[in-house]
T-cell receptor, first 114, second 111 residues
């Protein structure tokens, strides 16, 4: 089954404790991206990647890192989480250039930073 | 800057029609539409491309006016399953793959 898998789905952590949210897709997609969703602010792009070793900032990259060492994986790293990073996070992938392709989303990861 | 959607929220009875608009301050090269149900991930509905080509998966139609930098989503004879939040999305600038979503429209269909 074609899917984008995120882990963990739910996480409560404390300020400053490094964490990684994994994202994996089994569709051989080139484009992968991360979004955060907050009430009243909608969905905002954090980082995206056009291919292996090619990443770039979205609208809200501060406090996050990403890497793309393999085509299927695109982990989101919070080196020193803070309470303002409490949010619902989505990973998404696309088969083609984004102008003509749809985004397939993972189920989301709800993160709480205390 | 986020594309602005209107209305912000709408309540319908089953069988009624609705139109959701997406307006951008920048040129639109393509527009995507997604629906998100509460607690779930967004699901792709439709993509509209420059030149009028339209691709979608459901019986929902849309229009794309490149000159006005606007897109509209038409929901005809709404069903209970249409309830959710609708987002338009677009690539912010040609030549980049920065993606931006609209402000969202909450739609509720009542029996």
């Amino acid at each position: 089954e074609a899917q984008v898998t995120q882990n963990p789905r739910y996480l409560i952590t404390v300020t400053g404790k490094k964490l990684t949210v994994t994202c994996s897709q089994n569709m051989n997609h080139e484009y992968m991206s991360w979004y955060r969703q907050d009430p009243g602010l909608g969905l905002r792009q954090i980082y995206y990647s056009m291919n292996v070793e090619v990443t770039d900032k979205g609208d809200v990259p501060e406090g996050y890192k990403v890497s793309r060492k393999e085509k299927r994986n695109f982990p989101l790293i919070l080196e020193s989480p803070s309470p303002n990073q409490t949010s619902l996070y989505f990973c998404a992938s696309s088969a083609r250039r984004l102008h003509t392709g749809e985004l397939f989303f993972g189920e989301g990861s709800r993160l709480t930073v205390l | 800057q986020q594309p602005v959607q209107s209305p912000q929220a709408v309540i319908l009875r089953e069988g009624e029609d609705a139109v959701i608009n997406c307006s951008s301050s920048k040129a639109l090269y393509s527009v995507h539409w997604y629906r998100q149900k509460h607690g779930e991930a967004p699901v792709f509905l439709m993509i509209l491309l420059k030149g009028g080509e339209q691709k979608g998966h459901e019986k929902i139609s849309a229009s794309f006016n490149e000159k006005k930098q606007q897109s509209s989503l038409y929901l005809t004879a709404s069903q209970l399953s249409y309830s959710g939040t609708y987002f338009c999305g677009t690539v912010q600038e040609e030549g980049t793959y920065k993606y931006i979503f609209g402000t969202g429209t909450r739609l509720k269909v009542l029996a």
